[in-house]
């Protein structure tokens, strides 16, 4: 869902649309953040839940680095079209691994 917002962002041209934009994909990334976690704690084993969730810190804290990935884009091909290009991205991946990695499919 971010990855499709953040391609419907990308063709917005006004400030309003824009806006609107941003804020929903932030109340959806607050709703995937507590769903990942939980799903996280539920499938993981109780007495590895700190080496998960540090895992997933670790995870999040390389977040710099794909903005300083997106920022050097930007300027090479322009903001609209390296959002575009890092969401189609994203949803790529996220086939790739929807399709290769049948297990994660499974009901928890």
């Given at each position: 869902?971010?990855?499709?917002?953040?391609?419907?962002?990308?063709?917005?041209?006004t400030?309003?649309?824009?806006?609107?934009?941003?804020?929903?994909?932030?109340?959806?990334?607050?709703?995937?953040i507590?769903?990942?976690?939980?799903?996280?704690?539920?499938?993981?084993?109780?007495?590895?839940?700190?080496?998960?969730?540090?895992?997933?810190?670790?995870?999040?804290?390389?977040?710099?680095?794909?903005?300083?990935?997106?920022?050097?884009?930007?300027?090479?091909?322009?903001?609209?079209?390296?959002?575009?290009?890092?969401?189609?991205?994203?949803?790529?991946?996220?086939?790739?691994?929807?399709?290769?990695?049948?297990?994660?499919?499974?009901?928890?």
């Amino acid at each position: 869902v971010q990855m499709i917002g953040c391609i419907g962002f990308s063709f917005t041209e006004t400030t309003l649309l824009g806006v609107i934009s941003i804020v929903s994909l932030g109340i959806v990334s607050g709703v995937f953040i507590v769903t990942h976690a939980s799903i996280i704690l539920l499938t993981s084993p109780a007495n590895r839940w700190g080496r998960v969730m540090g895992f997933q810190v670790v995870m999040m804290g390389l977040y710099p680095f794909g903005s300083l990935l997106l920022g050097l884009t930007a300027d090479t091909i322009g903001l609209s079209h390296a959002i575009r290009l890092f969401a189609v991205l994203g949803l790529v991946s996220l086939m790739v691994i929807w399709f290769r990695y049948t297990d994660l499919r499974k009901p928890i």
